[in-house]
């Protein structure tokens, strides 16, 4: 069987080969729904980490950042707890990482990355990403064509 990353070289090739502004639609789409669902199996399983390093914290009342510095230096032993929590820590770092190349942001503020010089939010230093204002989300809006084409009297 062919490997997945043999698979997108692949499409990488023949995409370079053709004239990129004449893809067909569906092949866009469909890119994007992977990247989407790869997003969602990601930020699940980071999640589900996320709680993992809470019940630490909670443990050891000790934000994990500052644990694992502490852990790296060599100031906390190798309690298995310890080993666990550096590990789970490192798994949400490599999971952020992951995110981020795929377009990601971990800044919990929706991102519309087809609309790059569309500015949706700011970053500031003194407070979180601020809205400048509402995208509509594309589905939600075909989602209400649809309904307008099933009822076009609008009751």
Do not use: C
Request: hydrophobic share 35%; proline share 5%.
């Amino acid at each position: 069987m062919t490997s997945v990353l043999s698979k997108v070289r692949k499409l990488e090739e023949y995409i370079s080969l053709t004239n990129a502004s004449s893809l067909d639609r569906v092949l866009g789409l469909t890119i994007d729904k992977l990247i989407a669902r790869e997003i969602s199996r990601l930020t699940s399983q980071k999640a589900k980490l996320e709680g993992q390093l809470v019940d630490f914290e909670r443990k050891y009342s000790l934000n994990s950042k500052e644990f694992y510095e502490k852990f790296e230096r060599g100031e906390l032993g190798d309690a298995m707890d310890f080993v666990e929590w550096s590990a789970t820590y490192e798994m949400v770092k490599n999971l952020e990482r992951q995110l981020a190349t795929l377009g990601e942001k971990g800044d919990n503020v929706k991102h519309y990355m087809d609309l790059p010089n569309a500015p949706h939010h700011l970053h500031t230093v003194e407070a979180p990403p601020q809205p400048v204002f509402d995208v509509p989300n594309a589905l939600t809006v075909l989602g209400r064509i649809e309904e307008e084409k099933g009822n076009p009297s609008g009751n």
